[in-house]
């Protein structure tokens, strides 16, 4: 699970085009969503395989509610992903958004002269 966690963390910093804009933030992010589907994966199987000798339906039991687990904390760091992206846009937009308003202030000024 812990080389499968770095071989994804390695191939995230190794992607040339998208690594222009993404800062360290972004890559933890990654990094910590690849390896939380991994320990999501061997986690449920550990589980189950731990509980087998008390019955297949507690095992399965007890599988689900770690898999339930570990699928919310998968479900939170997209979330922050999410969050971040639409911050760097909104951040994109109001900069652009500012240019035209002083474009347009600039153009103006003089005809109300």
Known sequence: MF???VQY?????TKKTSMKSRNTHD???????????GFAIVGTWVTFQSFIFLGVVTALLFAFLF?????FSIVI?????????????????????????????????????
Do not use: C, V, Y
């Not at 890559?27 to 589907?37: M, P």
């Not at 898999?67 to 699928?71: D, E, G, K, N």
């Not at 951040?91 to 002083?102: F, G, H, P």
């Open 77 to 113: 760091l997209e979330n922050l992903s999410m969050s971040r992206d639409r911050h760097n846009e909104l951040s994109k937009q109001t900069a652009i958004l500012s240019e035209i308003r002083d474009a347009l202030n600039s153009n103006s000024s003089p005809a109300q002269e």
């Open 27 to 37: 890559t933890l992010l990654s990094f910590l969503g690849g390896a939380s589907w």
């Open 3 to 5: 080389i499968l966690a």
């Open 9 to 13: 963390f390695l191939a995230t910093i």
């Open 67 to 71: 898999l339930f687990i570990a699928l």
